[in-house]
């Protein structure tokens, strides 16, 4: 029986993982400042939900940079799996929002 500590430990390395590569390696269309704001995974650690606040530096929509997420999700999964001690990555699925919209997602996906 699990009590929830090893999903702990891997939503934490996942949120630092993801956000060293918005930092060190992104390479989208569109500058801006991107905060993970939280690493929502499984029981069984196969998958998880990266929710990332955006403040765009200029006029651009979301759906442009979910379409730059999803274009760059094999290298994050890359990125991940290369620095992640797991025999397997979860595989990432990105939640774009303003501070506000994303700090409420959370919570709502687990009721």
């Known amino acids: 029986m699990s009590d929830g ?15 060293q590569y918005l930092l060190m390696e992104w390479r989208g269309p569109h500058p801006g400042i991107f905060t993970v704001v939280a690493v929502d995974v499984t029981p069984d650690l196969r998958s998880a939900k990266v929710f990332i606040s955006v403040l765009l530096t200029e006029a651009a929509d979301f759906s442009e940079l979910e379409e730059a997420f999803e274009e760059q999700r094999n290298q994050i999964q890359s990125y991940v799996g290369r620095n992640l ?4 990555t979860p595989r990432l ?11 409420s997602a959370p919570s709502k996906s687990d009721s």
């Not at 500590?5 to 956000?19: F, T």
């Not at 001690?85 to 397997?88: A, L, Q, T």
Request: hydrophobic letters at 35%; glycine letters at 6%.
């Open 93 to 103: 699925n990105f939640k774009l929002g303003t501070q506000g919209d994303l700090i």
């Open 85 to 88: 001690k797991m025999k397997f």
């Open 5 to 19: 500590r090893r999903p702990q430990r891997v939503q934490k390395e996942l949120s630092h993982l993801v956000s």
